[in-house]
């Protein structure tokens, strides 16, 4: 089996993919400056302390390791943050990815998985989204994302890396089988930040405008468990092991909820009422974001089994129950 390195193997997505990975017989090595990412989330595995701007030791650790495919997740990933500190967005998400590219190149590494995202589309002109929509992203996270996608276009024509570009809608959801899930901090993603109010952590939520074209005036996301988007990075592994060209595919359940359908979610799931107001919209946020998600599962395989909001929102649940201060003390 092949030796695999995951950058940002500490984080969110990047630890459930690596566990993904071993489980399926790879041998994983995880890089990460644990800036964001937690030791805990990595116990047990091979791992390389270091950032994305050393190049010659993510080269140097490419040979060692006689690393056969590259996953990078290392990256930062908050929305608003980056409009805030678009210097340290595009230092660390674009310097820091061409950095790793190079080395990889210069290892003669020929596989590459990357961690893209919806935001590449920007405010949606049609829904669902699919991959064709044109690239117009609405903030500089975004646009890191299309840097590297498009660079990788090139990197293909030029020298023969193949790679997948995954974009993931709403990522969440915890681990089916425990001991990981989301932490971040600052947290400002939807489900956590639910399930912080129901255990008295967080006085209430803010709903993010009621007044959208939608429904019941709340913003609408596709929702897609973090064990099913392992599950797609280990299939696109497999595709370009299996000499597939590069390709990009969106990576969601294809079903819109809004802010309210979530929030009804975890009371029916905590059999809690959820505190919360409505507030004024988020700058820079869709009303709709909904992928077409067909080619993932024609040209993968990749089919979601944890699907329906409520069972995302039960692994969740059972993560922050379980670990109410995430990983805790260690950060
Ligand atoms: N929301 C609230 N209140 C909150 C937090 C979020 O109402 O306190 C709403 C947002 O307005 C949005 C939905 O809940 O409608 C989900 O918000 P998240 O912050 O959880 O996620 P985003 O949709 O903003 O972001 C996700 C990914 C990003 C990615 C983006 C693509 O987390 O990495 O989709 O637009 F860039």
Known sequence: MANLLVTGGAGYIGSHTARALERAGYSVVIFDNFSRGHRQAVEGYTVVEGNTAERKKLAALLREFNISAVMHFAAHSLVGESVEKPDLYYHNNVLGGLNLLEAVLEAGVKHFVFSSSAAVYGEPEETPVGEEHPLKPANPYGETKVVIERALHYFTQAFGLNSVSLRYFNAAGAALSGGIGEDHDPETHLVPLILQSVLGQREKVTVFGNDYPTA????????????????????????????????????????????????????????????????????????????????????????????????????????????????????
Request: hydrophobic share 40%; aromatic share 8%.
């Open 216 to 331: 019941d005036g709340t913003a609408v996301r596709d929702y897609i468990h973090v064990d099913d988007l392992a599950e797609a990075h280990l299939l696109a592994l497999e595709a370009l092991l299996q000499g597939r060209q590069s390709q990009v595919y969106n990576l969601g359940n294809g079903e819109g909820y809004s802010v309210l359908e979530v929030i009804k979610a975890v009371e029916k799931v905590t059999g809690k009422a959820v505190p919360y107001e409505f507030g004024s919209r988020r700058t820079g946020d869709p009303a709709l974001l909904v992928a077409a998600a067909k080619k993932a599962e024609r040209e993968l395989g990749w089919r979601p089994k944890t699907t329906a909001l409520v069972d995302i929102v039960e692994s969740a649940w059972r993560w922050h129950r379980e670990n109410p201060q995430g990983f805790g003390a260690e950060k």
